[in-house]
């Protein structure tokens, strides 16, 4: 459920009081390290303390790095548009993880309350084209909530975003109470101040848990190979087939389909720069 200075607490089945767990030597021989989210066994070593040492980790069904988490089905992608502003590049090399890892993520932008006119609406034409359910949320005037509730159900879902979007605040509006210590946004820095600094896995309903984690403050490219990118942008992906290249990056080759898309609106320019800027990354890197 939570990991915090070398303890980690376990929830046996069935019951609503956690262990303190050692994890085993094995598990640093083999640079292995129990996530929040994994299931596994152990041994009660004091019963009365509560503590416990684990013994095995069951395989997982997916894991993430950032945030370190384990067997979570999709993620909650969490984006201010104001307050901290949003950063397009931030939330497309987010999702273009997910993509890598098979979580399916649910772009969640926050704060609805401080938006501006037609903030929405852009939003929309930017990221609607990628397939990923869109929420617009205000914890602070309970609205949008219920939608985001209803995706949540029956599943184990991970919060995602950068300090101070507004991640825990979500999750104290969906559970309806005070589960998760909320923070505020610097003036000076109009960034977050990292008031959740630890990863912990809480039930807000019936077989429906989220993960409340720490926000990053910046992300960098997971490994890939340049050419697996677009295939992680769900929109490029769809048209991509009808490039007239086969292997055809979407740069600067002649008869691309995804060009022509971003030309008739089907493809967002934004999406599509962000596209080509980690494009180039990925070709730069690999260069030395
Ligand atoms: N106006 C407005 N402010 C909000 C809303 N939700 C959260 N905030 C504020 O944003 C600040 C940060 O909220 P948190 O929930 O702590 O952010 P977080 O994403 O969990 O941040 P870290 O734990 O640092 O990663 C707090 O001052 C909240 O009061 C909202 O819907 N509207
Ligand atoms: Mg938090
Ligand atoms: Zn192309």
């Known amino acids: 459920m ?19 767990c050692r994890a085993k030597g094995v598990f640093r021989k083999k640079n292995q390290h129990p996530l929040v989210g994994d299931l596994v066994t152990f041994d009660v070593t004091h019963e009365k303390d509560m503590e416990g040492h684990i013994t095995a980790i069951e395989e997982r069904s997916s894991s993430l790095i ?33 993509e890598q890892k098979g979580i ?29 359910p869109i929420c617009f949320v205000s914890s602070r005037e309970k609205s949008g909530i219920e939608e985001v509730r209803e995706l949540l159900k029956g ?42 600094r630890h990863t912990e896995l809480l ?23 340049k050419e697996e990118l677009s295939g992680y942008f769900p929109e490029i992906r769809a048209f ?20 022509e898309a971003v030309i008739s609106g089907e493809i967002s320019e934004q999406r599509y720069q962000d596209y080509l800027l980690i494009y180039h990354e990925l070709r730069d890197q690999k260069k030395y």
Do not use: W
């Open 2 to 20: 939570k990991a915090l200075s070398g303890f980690y607490y376990v929830l046996p089945e069935g019951e609503d009081t956690v262990y303190a």
């Open 240 to 259: 991509a087939g009808d490039c007239r290249f086969r292997g055809c990056a979407h740069d600067k080759e002649p008869g691309c389909a995804v060009k």
């Open 155 to 196: 599943h184990v879902t991970t919060v995602a975003g950068p300090s101070g979007a507004g991640k825990s605040a979500l999750i104290n509006a969906l559970s309806g109470r005070e589960v998760a210590a909320t923070g505020s946004v610097s003036e000076r820095t109009g960034r977050g101040k990292q008031t959740t």
């Open 66 to 98: 950032r945030p370190p988490v384990a067997n979570c089905d999709q993620a909650l992608v969490i984006f201010a548009v104001h307050t901290p502003d949003l950063n397009h590049n931030q939330l497309t090399r987010y999702l273009v993880m997910l």
């Open 104 to 132: 399916s993520p649910i772009i969640v932008f926050s704060k609805k309350d401080l938006n501006e006119e037609g903030d929405e609406e852009e939003l929309r034409k930017i990221y609607g084209p990628c397939g990923y």
């Open 203 to 225: 039930c807000i309903a019936k077989d429906t848990y989220l993960f409340d984690t720490p926000g990053f403050s910046s992300i960098e490219n997971s490994q890939m190979e």
